[in-house]
């Protein structure tokens, strides 16, 4: 299992890969200390996922998760950062992130959240899923919800909740993207969803795993 850590604080990296080998003996970590250096490790180089910190010295915030995703479409990116701005971590997710993992965790929760992360789920931090779902009277959601997926819909939440687009979607199930835009529409309608961030935050909050 081949991870990227993308941090320009060496201490960190040192301690994240520390956490990361812990986790299981399967991960291989891959470091980058810039975007562009993560790029080229994407292009020479296929990740199960990429751990993105937000505050590198060159960019800062969602420019660095802009600019990683113009060099890589695909692959899936859980964000670190410092910062715990419910409106920053709704974009990143309304941007393809997978999930987002604050810095000021302890070990034991950077732990379980990159261990839920690896298993193919959508962590958030609780002060954003404390947040209320949506406008009273709109449909309320649970864990079944997601259940009641067709087994083509399983397919495209698990590459929407990865951050996918519905281009690279497409590609990967050899469907339309005509088609891709009906299963996403259909499955929005079903867990009670009305965007892509709602519904990484419902399977977060409900322990959604992604097959």
Known sequence: MKLL?????????EALRALLEKISPEVTVYEAASVPAAIDECRNTTF???LLDLGLVESQGIQTLTQFRSGVSEVPVVVLSGE??????????????AGYIP??????QMIRALRHALAG????????????????G???SDTGRFRMLSPRQQQVARLLLQGQANKAIARELGLSEGTVKAHVSAIYQ???????????????KHGFIVM
């Open 121 to 136: 789920g959508i962590y958030l931090p609780l002060d954003v899923l404390q947040q209320p779902d949506r406008a009273p």
């Open 48 to 50: 199960r996922m990429v």
């Open 5 to 13: 850590l993308v941090d320009d604080h060496a201490l960190f990296r």
């Open 84 to 97: 715990q701005d419910s409106n920053l971590i709704r974009d990143v997710i309304e941007l393809g992130a």
């Open 190 to 204: 079903i867990i009670g969803a009305r965007n892509r961030v709602e519904a990484v935050t419902l399977a977060a």
């Open 103 to 108: 810095k000021s965790h302890t070990s034991d």
């Open 138 to 140: 709109t449909a309320t």
